[in-house]
């Protein structure tokens, strides 16, 4: 399967290449960077401390997604928006690990899902989506007596707060209460705050160090507490999960899918 990689250059888009080369039928059709890069014309390959691909990283999306099946996004809200529009008019599966995407940006990759696939989520590790199917459930099962807190913690160069995957875990615990996460979603403390209200989901965020990601999903009630934890220690897993989702969305018609979707753990 030919896939494009946006971003090439980055931490992600290092790693996304490495792991496209090394998945046995999958090759690197293209690659982009930003304008201005430092990386642009450089050999994508080369970039990630590979042999050289002869895919050079060029600084237009439409020129690394002119061969390609499907292209994997790690980038950001705006690029993201700007990619599912190029996406739709060419027909190319998007795969979208960008995180920080408002109600509203998710609602441009659905217009633009119309016309093409996209598999959207806030992690695309198996582990995570594993995770989230049991916040689910143990959020139904339990009921609003007891509290739910997720703590989350990445490193100190992370840009959004909380993680894409803490709002993942969080909708995943709303889904099995019935409710809301917008409407009942606490997301800072600070103050007088007065007593927690029942049925609130609060978010915890930790920022610090090297840490790669770590999720704690707590259901706290009268007198125990059970905790589901997830630690991601590479991110190889990230780019792992983001090349299965390519490939499961190779030749399927418009729609937007979840990584739940690809893993076979839609509820």
Known sequence: MRLAVVGAAGRMGRMLVKTIVETDGCALAGASERPGSDAIGQDAGVLAGLPALGVAIVDDPRLAIDAAE??????????????????????????????????????????????????QSGNMSLGVNLLAGLARQVSRTLGPEFDVEIVEMHH???????????????EAAAQGRGIDLAE???????????????????????????????????????????????????????????????LWARGRPPGFHSMADVLGLTP
């Not at 979208?96 to 659905?110: C, H």
């Not at 100190?156 to 969080?170: E, I, M, N, Q, Y």
């Open 156 to 170: 100190r160069h992370k840009v959004d707060a909380p993680s894409g995957t803490a709002l993942l875990l969080g």
């Open 70 to 119: 499907a292209v994997i996004d790690f980038t950001a809200p705006e690029a993201t928006k700007a990619l599912a529009a190029l996406c739709a008019e060419r027909g190319v599966a998007q795969i979208v690990g960008t995180t920080g995407l408002s109600a509203e940006d998710l609602a441009v990759l659905r217009t633009a899902a119309e016309r093409c696939c996209i598999v």
């Open 184 to 246: 009942r979603a606490v997301r800072a403390r600070d103050g007088h705050t007065g007593p927690r209200k029942p049925g609130d989901i609060g978010f915890a965020t930790l920022r610090g160090g090297s840490v790669v990601g770590e999720h704690t999903v707590i259901f706290a009630g009268a007198g125990e507490r059970i905790e589901l934890r997830h630690v991601a220690e590479d991110r190889s897993l990230f780019a792992a999960g983001a090349v299965k989702a390519a």
